[in-house]
């Protein structure tokens, strides 16, 4: 298998060096483009075909959130990792609801970024854990009004109630002692909703939630 081949969206020249020094070390890691601007990125996302683009959100022009929601309609198998200073609600739920598979700060170490980007390759969705909490707490507040809408509804009553309490970030074991079951019936109802929702993980079926418009109201 070839390296993975990356796209660093960032229109700080400091900031775009730094990346690209920190990512150029990782022999698994093939740098194919960088881009100044959200229609830069864009262009870019279709002239190098990257496996992943690291995304900042503030730029000018053409902005980050624009750019991915452009280039996951264009290029969905392309994976899409948030890396920004800001956490405002709309800029989170924002970049969700745009395609992004991950959502992480600038404070990120470099063990965690070359880790998420991995991650985010592979499959699964990253979230900077003050991100995380923002997104479970916004979710699970309107989450019970729409547990019977349709993108649930292959989901016994049960099932939702456990999805319920996952969102709030409840683990296994605090589930079991809410609904008074054993933590093993709490594990294959787990199992049982990511196969239902076509999901790797927890975090997936929060995204999708949001994705599916359970915090239109926020």
Do not use: W
């Amino acid at each position: 298998m070839g390296r993975l081949k990356l796209l660093i969206a960032e229109d700080h020249e400091l900031m775009r060096r730094g990346l690209r020094g920190i990512l150029q070390l990782e022999d698994t890691f093939e740098i194919v483009g960088e881009a100044r601007d959200g229609q830069e990125a864009i262009e870019k996302a279709k002239m190098c075909q990257p496996d992943v683009i690291l995304m900042d959100l503030r730029m000018p022009d053409v902005d980050g959130i624009t750019a991915c929601r452009e280039i996951h309609s264009l290029f969905p198998e392309i994976k899409i990792l948030v890396l920004t200073a800001y956490e405002t609600d709309e800029d989170i739920f924002s970049s969700i609801q745009a395609g992004a598979s991950g959502y992480l700060l600038k404070d990120t170490s470099p063990e965690e970024l070359i880790n998420a980007i991995q991650a985010v390759f592979e499959g699964k969705s990253i979230l900077h854990s003050c991100v995380a909490r923002r997104v479970l707490d916004k979710l699970s507040s309107h989450f019970e009004q729409h547990l019977q809408d349709e993108p649930f509804s292959p989901l016994t009553h049960r099932e939702r109630e456990v999805l319920n309490l996952m969102t709030q970030g409840l683990k296994n074991r605090d589930i079991a002692e809410t609904l008074f079951i054993t933590e093993k019936t709490v594990k294959t109802h787990v199992s049982s909703i990511l196969r239902k929702l076509n999901k790797a993980d927890r975090t997936q079926a929060v995204l999708y939630a949001i994705r599916q418009g359970l915090t239109e109201e926020i």
